[in-house]
């Protein structure tokens, strides 16, 4: 994220020099009795992995150029092999599903955590129920549905269920028969803290108001914060270690906002402060900073934070985060609430207004998407451990190499995970949804419970309109007024034109005249607004 690291400034970039190729005469006796081809084959794949990836035996960097580059191993043990497994049940853990304030009133959603649908509504009180998202009679998903009276109505044959999941109507029943205490929906403990929905996945042990995160800075004295939803085509472990990685921000987001410029790119440093079986903690800067002023927090389940405390010049102190919540929904999927906020805020970004703050965020994720998809692609057809395939360098990579290494110790309890140096692939294909077809479903395309089709309603999600708008009460008031004001002035300058045919006077022409050109331009305005909160950033590439 391009607000992540505001202050970077130009430093030389590092330089590295490759080992050279093992050669032939190294290689072993068993190797030696391998056919010719074979042979060099072999050779020179040792030689590129070589090139690659500094070996660590008995604590000592076999690329000799390499050491005290590369990230160290976090412990003893790692360097003798050995593993430290933590008790972990994916399952016992709050996930963050939604926006408190961006949750529709008027229809269900469907949801999801890895490969568990849900669906969450609001009933006839106001309040949150949240169920598994398939009707007991023949699995249809209960979020195709609509609320009858604050009850949620399967729409395939009318089976009408409220609070614990009861079924409280069965259309097709006879009026002397009761309904069947088997039908029944499975429900799921849901909370509502500090503007953010939490779901309890377990059935097995009861909700644990302990692990419930809770955020100091957000619940001080006057913080304020700007929130965003965004659905993302990637895994919720990709997007993690991208959110947690500051080096790429001057690059990859170059001119995005005032915080970024590629020039500003320059060795980090990091010190951990904390490792402990539900994540790792510590303090980040510049390297040529005197001490390190940005604290970074990841714990469990996808929980990661940011914080930095400045003391201004009358003495006091102001606080400042970045929050992200990272629900995995899915092979190759993720939902991300965003949360920047602080006690003081800019003066300048008061004239802005929120949907500015959106789109922007919005094309922050598409500068990024292109690599983090094709890095999910990689890491599932490689199917080996991330210290296989990453070059983490110690001035840019300690998050994320503490990171994986946390996954190492928890994976096991995942429906599938990729660690440093463990891995394990999901057990069950992929879900591929597939979207809403016909009239009703291309005329309400509105809400992220109702799907759409067409350009910018298509369930695409390298589409911005359904990866940010769907999920935003906010932006789709904005795109829909303003939508509604273009159509207004297009109105005007068609009328405002004719009249200036019609009429004789030169003064009247040349009022009416000006009014088109002004309608023209509300036009333009309001498809420019339009586009900015729905046409995804493309990149343009250029030589520097």
Known sequence: MALLQPFLSHSPPLSFSLPKPTPLSLVSLSQSLKPPHKLLTQAWRDSIRCCAIAEIRDGVSLG?????????????????????????????????????????????????????????????????????????????????????????????????FEGEGKCVKIPQLPADAKIPRSACVKTYEVKDSQGVVWVWMSHRTPPNPDKLPWFENFARPGFRDTSTIHELPYDHSILLENLMDPAHVPISHDRTDWSAKREDAQ??????????????????????DESLLNFLRF????????????????????????????????????????????????????????????????KVFEQDMGFLSSQNEILMKEK??????????????????????????VGHGMPYHFGHST??????????????????????????????????????????????????????????????????????????????????????????????ALSLAGMYACSTVVAMNTTNFVRIHRRL
């Open 64 to 160: 000799g150029e390499d050491q005290g580059v590369l990230v160290d191993p976090s412990s003893q043990e790692e360097v003798r092999g050995e593993r430290h497994v933590a008790e972990y049940d994916w399952k016992e853990e709050w996930y963050p599903l939604y926006l408190t304030k961006d949750i529709p009133e008027d229809a269900p959603m469907g949801l999801t955590v890895f490969d568990k649908q849900l669906v969450l509504y609001r009933d006839g009180k106001g309040l949150l129920q949240c169920y598994e998202d398939r009707c007991p009679h023949r699995l249809a998903k209960l979020s195709e549905g609509q609320l009858v009276d604050g009850r949620l109505e399967c729409l395939y044959h009318g089976w009408q």
């Open 267 to 288: 060795p980090l440093c990091f010190k951990v402060t904390e490792r402990t079986d539900r994540g790792f903690a510590g303090w980040w800067g510049r390297e040529k």
């Open 299 to 362: 714990e469990a389940p996808c929980v990661l934070q940011n914080n930095r405390e400045i003391v201004d010049k009358n003495g006091e102190k102001h606080y400042f985060t970045g929050l992200f919540l990272c629900r995995p929904s899915g092979q190759g999927k993720s939902m991300l609430i965003v949360r920047f906020g602080s006690t003081k805020r800019s003066p300048i970004a008061k004239l802005f207004p929120e949907w500015y703050f959106h789109q922007n965020a919005g």
């Open 384 to 409: 080996v451990p991330t210290k296989e395939l990453y070059l983490n360098l110690r001035s840019s990579d300690t998050w994320v190499a503490e990171y994986r290494r946390w996954m190492d110790k």
């Open 423 to 516: 891995i394990s692939l999901p057990q069950q294909p992929a879900v591929v949804e597939h979207a809403p077809a016909g009239l009703v479903a291309g005329l309400s395309a509105s809400s992220p419970a109702k799907g759409g089709i067409g350009t910018m309603h298509a369930p695409n999600p390298a589409n911005r309109y359904f990866r940010h708008v769907v999920h935003c009460k906010g932006c789709r008031s904005v795109v829909k007024a303003f939508q509604a004001w273009k159509n207004v002035f297009s109105a005007l300058a068609l009328a405002s034109t004719a009249l200036a045919i019609l009429v004789t006077g030169r003064q009247w022409k040349a009022l009416l005249l000006v009014g088109t």
